[in-house]
């Protein structure tokens, strides 16, 4: 199968990006992995979202919104299979990070890095208050909400975009 | 529709997705049961979602389902209804029937208990017979009952009720009998004022009015008087109530008589049961009264001849007469029998042709009216 089924192209004028299986396939896996495993041995790895990132990366750079939300979807359903939490949580949050982030990145332009500074910043936000919206509202959950630690990871993870992205744009392919 | 679905490709798929997990999602999510414990398991999210959601459809079926079934257990309760209804008025209508049976049988009981009573004090024989018609005509005042030949009916007998006379027979049939009322313009009767002894002769107007002719206009008759049959026309008993007074004024006819109207004692407009009177007895009937009956040993006692006490005899020893203890003594009650003339019964009233009821009955040679004279002895006071 060509890289050109995972990826549409639609409109003109907009640089849209695709990759290869591989890529779609491993990089998900391999952010969640870190997200889950790696982060027993390095601690600080928790405060940053690896999936969210690479959720927000893939949806901004194909700028399609069903693509954007499937892959949000999977790479959070994996992250709560893997972590062990209830199947969902993660996954609606993500789909919904997923389908926004696709639909910005038709209107703005995310490759500038501090873009994607303020923009993913801003999703990690919006991630952490989905994700209690869902966890309150469904699971009942009473888990309290901590603005530092909320903002001082929602920076970090910005932070962290625009060095992750950087790398990833080098996987792009052109259509 | 094929357009909304493209337009809105997007959030659609956005709301499928979120749908899904929130399902996935539910059905891991277990909701803490607090009415069953702090340790108790909860129920499954997706099962209280399940319920939550089905319970209004499931509560609007039901409740439907009730409003149908009331509807109909309506529908039939009020079929039943009606119908009971239908039968609890058919009931009522046979009940109302039978108690106008019953009323009617009561009253008849009652009418035929004091005809019964009345006829046991009479001393008479009597037959006792139905009113099965009328003439319906108001030239003739006439009525049918269901005794004739046949149960030993014959013409002039007198008809009559507990409360008065009635009439007297015209027409024999075999089975039954044309009677001729007294209010008819033919029929005719002796009668006489129960206070004033006044006779007259009472007769049927145009209008079914009872009148009393033949009473000189200086006699003093007053309304609410009684009258009374005087025996004299040989066809009704003596004594019978007749009527009351109710107007007295000249008989522009028959100057200078007197016209008195009568109200008759029998209510001659309902008649249902009578007596026919088969042989005047010498005994008048109790009129109205509600004395003991007469025993034939009182009667035969009045009807020897008896020693008058020293004040009775008073006055004929007076008279010098020495030999009126021999005599026989009148009956104390001195009555006119119908076959007996007035003098003969002892009494002092003198009689005239019209007192007589000469309309029917034979014609008296000494056409008189007078006031009766008040003597010892008279015997022409009401029956009893």
Same mark, same amino acid.
């Given at each position: 199968m ?11 004028g907009?640089?849209v990006h695709?990759?290869?299986w ?9 952010a969640?992995f870190?997200q889950v495993?790696v982060s027993?041995?390095l601690?600080f790895i928790?405060?940053?979202d690896f999936?969210l990132?690479v959720t927000?990366?893939?949806a ?15 790479i959070?359903?994996l992250q709560d299979?893997?972590?062990g939490?209830?199947?969902g949580l993660n ?6 990070i997923?389908?926004?982030a696709?639909?910005?990145?038709v209107?703005?332009?995310?490759d500038?890095?501090?873009s ?5 910043l801003?999703f990690?936000?919006v991630?952490?208050?989905?994700y ?10 009473n888990?309290p909400?901590?603005?530092t630690?909320?903002l001082?990871?929602?920076?970090a993870?910005?932070?962290m975009?625009v ?5 990833l744009?080098k996987?792009?392919e052109?259509? | 529709?094929?357009?909304f679905?493209?337009r809105y490709?997007?959030?659609l798929?956005?709301m ?5 997990q929130?399902i ?7 909701r803490?049961d607090?009415s069953?414990?702090?340790n108790a ?7 209280v979602?399940t ?8 509560h609007?079926?039901?409740?439907t389902g ?7 257990h309506?529908y039939v309760?009020?079929?039943?209804v ?6 609890l008025?058919?009931?009522?209508d ?5 108690q ?14 004091a005809?019964?009573d009345?006829k046991?004090r ?9 009113v099965?018609?009328?003439s319906g005509?108001e030239q003739a005042?006439v009525?049918?009952?269901d005794?004739?030949s ?5 013409q ?11 009439g007297?027979?015209?027409?024999v049939?075999?089975l039954?009998?044309?009677v001729l009322?007294?209010?008819d ?7 006489i ?5 006044l006779?007259g002769?009472?007769r ?6 009872l ?15 009684r ?7 040989r066809?009704?008993p003596?004594?019978?109530?007749v009527?009351?007074v109710?107007a ?6 028959a100057?200078?008589f007197?016209a008195?109207t009568?109200?008759p004692a029998a209510?001659l ?6 007596? !026919? #009177?088969? =042989?005047i +007895?010498e005994?008048?009937? &109790?009129s109205?009264g509600n004395?003991? /009956?007469?025993r ?6 009045q ?6 006490k020293k ?10 007469s020495?030999t009126?203890?021999a005599?026989?003594?009148p009956?104390?009650?001195?009555r ?11 009494? !002092? #009233?003198? =009689?005239? +042709?019209a007192t007589?009821? &000469?309309?029917n009955?034979?014609?008296s /040679?000494?056409p008189?009216?007078s006031?009766?004279q ?7 006071k009401?029956?009893r």
């Open positions: 060509s890289p050109a089924a995972v990826s549409v192209t639609s409109r003109e907009i640089e695709q990759f290869g591989p890529t779609s396939i491993g990089i998900p896996l391999l969640v870190v495993f027993k041995w601690g928790k405060i940053f999936p990132l927000i990366f893939f901004v750079a194909r700028r399609r919104p069903i693509p954007g939300l499937i892959t949000g979807a999977a959070g359903t299979v893997f972590a939490s209830l199947i996954g609606m949050a993500n789909t919904m997923g389908y926004l696709s639909s910005l990145g209107r703005i332009d995310v500038n890095p501090g994607r500074f303020l923009m993913t801003s990690c936000l991630h952490r208050f989905l209690m919206v869902i966890d309150r509202g469904l699971v009942g959950a888990e909400w901590y603005w630690h909320t001082v990871s929602a920076v993870n910005g932070l975009a060095v992750l992205f950087a790398g744009d996987l792009k052109r259509p | 529709m094929e357009n679905f493209i490709k997007n959030p798929v956005l499928a997705f979120l749908v899904i929130v996935v999602l539910a059905t891991q999510v277990k803490p607090n069953r414990g702090s398991e909860g129920t499954r999210l997706i099962r979602w319920v939550t959601a089905i319970t209004p459809f499931e609007a079926l039901v409740s009730r409003f149908f079934r009331n509807t109909w309506s309760d009020l079929h039943d009606r119908r009971q209804n239908r039968e008025r058919e009931e009522i046979r009940m109302r029937l039978e106008v049976r019953l009323r009617t049988d009561a009253e008849q009981s009652r009418r035929l208990q005809l019964l009345f046991q009479y001393l008479g024989p009597t037959v006792a017979a139905q099965i018609g009328a005509s005042r009525i049918y009952i005794k004739g046949r149960a030993g009916i014959k002039d007998m007198a008809v009559i009720t507990p409360d008065g006379i009635v007297k027979v015209r027409d049939y075999p039954s009998s044309q009322l007294i209010n313009r033919e029929s005719g009767a002796g009668v004022m129960e206070g004033s002894r006779q002769v009472l049927g107007k145009e209008m079914g009015e009148r009393v002719m033949d009473i000189l206009s200086d006699e003093k008759v007053e309304v609410g008087e009258v009374i049959t005087s025996g004299g026309d066809i009704y003596k004594g019978l109530p009527g009351t109710t007295v004024g000249p008989d522009p006819d100057s200078p007197l008195v009568l109200k209510d407009n309902r008649l249902e049961d009578v007596l !026919v #009177v088969t =042989k +007895a005994e008048a009937p &109790e109205a004395e003991a /009956p007469h034939a040993a009182d009667i035969l006692a009807r020897l001849p008896t020693v008058p004040e009775e005899n008073a006055a004929p020893t007076t008279a010098g020495g009126a203890g005599q026989p003594t009956p104390k009650n001195n006119v029998n119908p076959g007996q003339q007035p003098d003969q019964a002892g009494s !002092v #009233v003198k =009689k005239s +042709a007589t009821g &000469e309309v009955a034979k014609p /040679p000494t008189k009216l006031r009766p008040p003597q010892a002895g008279d015997t022409e009401p029956p």
